[in-house]
């Protein structure tokens, strides 16, 4: 089946500084990919929407100066948190929909811990 | 807005049972896909089984099956012979096929637990 690689899997950064997870598709083109954020024992919530070329779409709540993403080609988006701070501290996970369908895949995950 | 609802937040059974996990979803769309998701400990979301609405046969893969009631609203997984590596996060979701957006609204999930 279709793969999504996200990286880093794990990721401590100091209060104050930025970081960027990586999330791209090996096998197929992705014109949409999607970040999630999830908090211990619950479902995933929809951060933002980025799709190839374009500003992403946040959802509401979500502070788009503190979660920058950029879908630069059809095969890689990055999620930069910056000025993190340890209430960011979460699990982070991407996904992709395959142009060709619609069924979305899911990178492994980044846990981004603050300290 | 569409919403998805996953009413068991735990679900327990014996190794080799028959489990099923309900979804109920809300939308005024007809044209859509519901998927069943798991995660396991390791966190990595896992497709099991996707129904597109317009199909009225139930999607089956392996011993997982789905039980769509269109008009319901309904969206049941069965999961026959489950094994201890069922064990996870079941999640519940749908997308609609409107242009631009095509996101994936989940349920809150269920916590499966395969029992030796």
């Known amino acids: 089946g279709a793969v999504v690689s996200q990286h880093p899997s794990w990721v401590i950064c100091k209060s104050g500084t930025s970081v960027k997870i990586e999330c791209r598709s090996l096998?197929?083109?992705?014109?949409?990919m999607f970040w999630y954020r999830q908090f211990p024992k619950q479902s995933l919530m929809l951060m933002a929407t980025?799709?190839?070329?374009?500003?992403?779409?946040?959802e509401q709540g979500v502070e788009k100066d503190k979660f920058l993403i950029n879908h630069a080609s059809l095969t890689l988006s990055t999620l930069t948190v910056t000025s993190a701070h340890p209430e960011d501290s979460s699990f982070y996970i991407c996904?992709?929909?395959?142009?060709?369908?619609?069924?979305?895949?899911f990178g492994e995950g980044s846990w981004l811990t603050v300290v | 807005a569409q919403t998805v609802t996953q009413s068991q937040p735990e679900m327990s059974v014996q190794e080799a049972e028959t489990v099923t996990l309900s979804c109920t979803y809300d939308?005024?769309?007809?044209?859509?896909?519901l998927f069943w998701y798991k995660q396991p400990p390791s966190r990595q979301m896992i497709l099991v089984i996707r129904?597109?609405?317009?199909?009225?046969q139930n999607a089956t893969e392996n011993r997982f099956s789905v039980n769509f009631q269109k008009a319901a609203k309904s969206f049941s997984l069965k999961i026959s012979d489950s094994q201890l590596g069922d064990t996870a996060m079941y999640f519940c979701?749908?997308?609609?096929?409107?242009?631009?957006?095509?996101?994936?609204?989940f349920g809150q999930g269920t916590r499966l637990t395969i029992n030796p």
């Open positions: 096998d197929f083109q992705a014109t949409t």
């Open positions: 996904s992709a929909r395959d142009g060709r369908g619609y069924t979305i895949y």
């Open positions: 939308t005024s769309e007809n044209n859509y896909y």
């Open positions: 980025s799709n190839e070329g374009s500003k992403a779409t946040y």
């Open positions: 129904q597109e609405a317009y199909k009225q």
């Open positions: 979701a749908f997308t609609n096929l409107i242009q631009g957006a095509q996101k994936l609204v």
